[in-house]
T-cell receptor, first 115, second 115 residues
Framework: KQEVTQIPAALSVPEGENLVLNCSFT??????LQWFRQDPGKGLTSLLL?????REQTSGRLNASLDKSSGRSTLYIAASQPGDSATYLC??????????????FGAGTQVVVTP | EPEVTQTPSHQVTQMGQEVILRCVPI?????FYWYRQILGQKVEFLVS????????KSEIFDDQFSVERPDGSNFTLKIRSTKLEDSAMYFC?????????????FGSGTRLTVV
């Protein structure tokens, strides 16, 4: 069964520390993986999209890596700030013949950055 | 930056009533989706829509649900007879391409409360 798992479920760090968020998936046959940010009661903001042929993507303080063979992606946020406090979700598009592109989400990691 | 727009942001309805959730996808996107998130749970796929027809739907998307693109810009989700368990945040999303591209763009969601 195809599953997406995010561990830990919650994380608290002091301001300035680097954040490391993990996402694992059970099937390496993926089209791409996308990281989102969700603020409480709000929508999903896309952070980074990694295609299956890529090893990493970077945007500002954010860097996401992808290792298909081990079924893992890691989101790094450098020099965390209180404004980074949110829930971070990863979502996978599987490479299945009958899939029209739906995403499967992990449960998310809730991050709190303390001043 | 182009946005997916959803209205209303919050809707309260009585059990058994019909509701229509509205979305305006990004104008040059061809693929449209509805997802939902029950409070405290994962974001889950409901339906994908392409070329004026449903291309994929989940087990959740039963006969109570329908989708429509009534004109060139709007994309709607109708729930015919709402139940308490339909209370959730409903997200509309669109994508430019089925594969690759720039990934999914999500709207800010409609919080549906069934009383």
């Amino acid at each position: 069964k195809q599953e997406v798992t995010q561990i830990p479920a919650a994380l608290s760090v002091p301001e300035g520390e680097n954040l490391v968020l993990n996402c694992s998936f059970t099937d390496s046959a993926i089209y791409n993986l996308q990281w989102f940010r969700q603020d409480p009661g709000k929508g999903l903001t896309s952070l980074l999209l990694i295609q299956s042929s890529q090893r990493e993507q970077t945007s500002g303080r954010l860097n996401a890596s992808l290792d298909k063979s081990s079924g893992r992606s890691t989101l790094y946020i450098a020099a965390s700030q209180p404004g980074d406090s949110a829930t971070y979700l990863c979502a996978v598009r599987w490479m299945t013949t009958d899939s029209w592109g739906k995403l499967q989400f992990g449960a998310g990691t809730q991050v709190v950055v303390t001043p | 930056e182009p946005e997916v727009t959803q209205t209303p942001s919050h809707q309260v309805t009585q059990m058994g009533q019909e509701v229509i959730l509205r979305c305006v996808p990004i104008s040059n996107h061809l693929y449209f989706y509805w997802y939902r998130q029950i409070l405290g749970q994962k974001v889950e796929f409901l339906v994908s829509f392409y070329n004026n027809e449903i291309s994929e739907k989940s087990e959740i998307f039963d006969d109570q649900f329908s989708v429509e693109r009534p004109d060139g810009s709007n994309f709607t989700l109708k729930i015919r007879s709402t139940k308490l368990e339909d209370s959730a945040m409903y997200f509309c999303a669109s994508s430019e391409a089925l594969l690759g591209g720039s990934g999914y763009t999500f709207g800010s969601g409609t919080r549906l409360t069934v009383v």
